[in-house]
């Protein structure tokens, strides 16, 4: 028997390298979203420090201290992954756009 269950999506804070050139580079924390173990999206713009509560921000600022356990992934492997990721997922032709198929 084959498990078909499907992965879950999931997310946490990831430190991002970002280096335009060999002059401009800098380290941003995102939140990196995941469809299993395959990184599928990011946050474009670096993540700010929100709570209801201050315990809300307290584990906001223990989440992204995670982050800093894990090494940085570059920004240029974050957008293969996603585009990769695009590449991957069934695109409907067309034709099933305009004729979809009936039950």
């Known amino acids: 028997m084959t498990d078909t269950t499907e ?19 800098w380290y941003s924390i995102h939140e990196v979203h995941y469809k299993g173990d395959r ?3 990011y946050t474009e ?13 307290f584990g906001e600022l223990n989440r992204m201290r995670d982050a800093m356990s894990h090494p940085p992934i570059r920004l240029t492997e974050l957008l293969t992954s996603i585009e990769e990721y695009n590449n991957s997922v069934h695109k409907p032709e067309i034709s099933e756009t305009l004729n979809p198929p009936t039950s």
């Not at 879950?8 to 970002?18: G, L």
């Not at 700010?48 to 809300?56: A, H, M, Y």
């Open 45 to 57: 713009d670096p993540v700010g420090i929100v709570g209801d509560t201050p315990d809300e921000l």
């Open 7 to 25: 992965p879950s999506f999931t997310w946490n804070y990831r430190v991002v390298h970002t280096d335009t050139d060999s002059r401009y580079q």
């Open 39 to 41: 990184i599928i999206g």
